[in-house]
């Protein structure tokens, strides 16, 4: 599975380190790590550039149920959600679970917007290039290029 970190306030590096460190400990194996890209934020609300950064992990937490220690880390790290896409301490998000497609109300597998963020295709792609999306059949380099998204995104 492929975890997406993203934070925008309070030492953003220093949040993606705990978040890791977080994730490694209650969700599962980190296998591998992207580099950390600054990124444009989205959304119709002024704020800081966002660090992004995706980790290739190994878990064996069903997805609803990793979703739950996901939204716990969140909390536990002072995430408050008041305003739809605006300022976060941490975000994360599950990207892709294996090759597993899920659409269920709270969680949809792979994740929804995918296609259409280039923030989380880039770093998707550098710790996950033979990934295919399950009903697509494209590669995250692939709807790349697709990709209508046109936010700065800059590796660091």
């Known amino acids: 599975m492929v975890i997406l970190l993203g934070s925008n306030m309070e030492n953003p590096a220093a949040q993606l380190r705990q978040a890791r460190i977080l994730l ?9 790590s992207s580099a950390l890209y600054r990124s444009s934020p989205w959304g119709p609300v002024a ?12 878990s064996i937490l ?19 959600r008041e305003i739809a896409l605006g ?7 599950i990207l892709v679970y294996g090759y597993r497609s ?8 792979p994740h929804r917007l995918l296609p259409e963020r280039r923030f989380a295709l880039i770093p998707l792609r550098e710790v996950w290039p033979e990934w ?6 494209t590669n995250a380099a692939q709807m ?13």
């Open 24 to 32: 490694s400990q209650t969700c599962g194996t980190l296998q591998r």
């Open 47 to 58: 704020q800081d550039d966002f660090l992004n950064q995706a980790v290739l992990m190994r």
């Open 62 to 80: 069903p997805p609803l149920a990793l979703l739950k220690r996901l939204q716990a880390i969140e909390r536990r790290m002072g995430r408050i």
């Open 87 to 93: 300022p976060r301490v941490i975000d994360l998000d």
């Open 102 to 109: 899920l659409q269920q109300e709270a969680l949809q597998i």
């Open 132 to 137: 295919k999306h399950p009903e697509q059949g």
């Open 144 to 156: 790349l290029r697709n990709c209508t998204d046109r936010g700065m995104v800059e590796r660091l």
